[in-house]
T-cell receptor, first 110, second 114 residues
Framework: GQQVQQSPASLVLQEGENAELQCNFSTSLNSMQWFYQRPEGSLVSLFY???GTKQSGRLTSTTVIKERRSSLHISSSQITDSGTYLC????????????FGSGTQLTVMP | NAGVIQTPRHKVTGKGQEATLWCEPI?????VFWYRQTIVQGLEFLTYFRNQAPIDDSGMPKERFSAQMPNQSHSTLKIQSTQPQDSAVYLC????????????FGEGTRLSVL
């Protein structure tokens, strides 16, 4: 079965609303990451190996490694936040092989 | 620093033709990865090089796909006898292996096999 369950698959917000994205992992993990994929396809790392809660601007990542879950909170969404958000896990130390979730397609409307 | 450079950005091939995709990692990065992204399968790991040596190719299809890294400045992914199911965005990423840093991705090559 899928090792990374990401939800929701898609989300439509009005500008200014908040968003909560979730990832659950079915196996133990060494580390995990959150990425943003721009509409043209390039991937940008948002958070790398976060544990606990970390914040970067309007983004907050909360990860509990031993419970195999992570969430990404986007506050006061903006139109430019639109795109795909992906979580990914590194299942074992030294493997360097990321296993990605299926992504959340976020659309922020004016 | 121009980031990870992938060429071409778009490639269209006919069924049965060969496709070669290029990746130039960030200078000084010793780990290079290839991933493939499709609507159905999402993002999938293909292969990984460290210091130009192939380390893990467990995600590569056993036939028609091959990857090389002849020098530290570029890696290639070659697909022989392309099939429509090979159509995908192929992403390359690099990272320095001696630091715990997130991989940096290129913008990808969109391959369309007609």
């Amino acid at each position: 079965g899928q090792q990374v369950q990401q939800s929701p698959a898609s989300l439509v917000l009005q500008e200014g609303e908040n968003a909560e994205l979730q990832c659950n992992f079915s196996t133990s993990l060494n580390s995990m990451q959150w990425f943003y994929q721009r509409p043209e396809g390039s991937l940008v790392s948002l958070f790398y190996n976060p544990s606990g809660t970390k914040q970067s601007g309007r983004l907050t990542s909360t990860t509990v490694i031993k419970e195999r879950r992570s969430s990404l909170h986007i506050s006061s969404s903006q139109i430019t936040d639109s795109g795909t958000y992906l979580c990914a896990m590194d299942p074992s130390s030294g493997s360097w092989q990321l296993i990605f979730g299926s992504g959340t397609q976020l659309t922020v409307m004016p | 620093n121009a980031g990870v450079i992938q060429t071409p950005r778009h490639k269209v091939t006919g069924k049965g033709q060969e496709a070669t995709l290029w990746c130039e990692p960030i200078s000084g990065h010793s780990a290079v990865f290839w991933y493939r992204q499709t609507i159905v399968q999402g993002l999938e790991f293909l292969t990984y090089f460290r210091n130009q040596a192939p380390i893990d190719d467990s995600g590569m299809p056993k036939e028609r796909f091959s990857a090389q890294m002849p020098n530290q400045s570029h890696s290639t992914l070659k697909i022989q006898s392309t099939q429509p199911q090979d159509s995908a965005v192929y992403l390359c990423a690099s990272t320095p292996t001696d630091n715990n840093q997130a991989p940096l991705f290129g913008e990808g090559t969109r391959l369309s096999v007609l």
